[in-house]
């Protein structure tokens, strides 16, 4: 599958600041031009797809609900 072929309207490019592994799953923080973007997925995958701090990616966001709070 290609990226193109993702329908994810949501996609920011950015640049990996931090991994926090875990056994099962990890935290990877992504910085993008509108700020810091924390995305969850499988240790596995992390290996998988070789992810390293300083890798470039694409964080897609995809949600069934946006709650929103008046400040």
């Known amino acids: 599958?290609?990226?193109?072929?993702?329908?994810?309207?949501?996609?920011?490019k950015g640049v990996i600041k931090e991994i926090h592994e875990g056994q099962v799953v990890s935290e990877i923080d992504v910085q993008t031009a509108s700020g810091i973007v924390t995305s969850v997925i499988t240790t596995r995958s992390v290996?998988?797809?070789?992810l390293k701090v300083g890798s470039e990616v694409i964080a897609f966001v995809k949600s069934t609900e946006v709650s929103i709070a008046k400040l």
Request: proline letters at 0%; aromatic letters at 6%; hydrophobic letters at 45%.
């Open 1 to 12: 599958m290609t990226i193109q072929a993702i329908n994810v309207r949501n996609q920011f």
């Open 47 to 50: 290996r998988d797809l070789e």
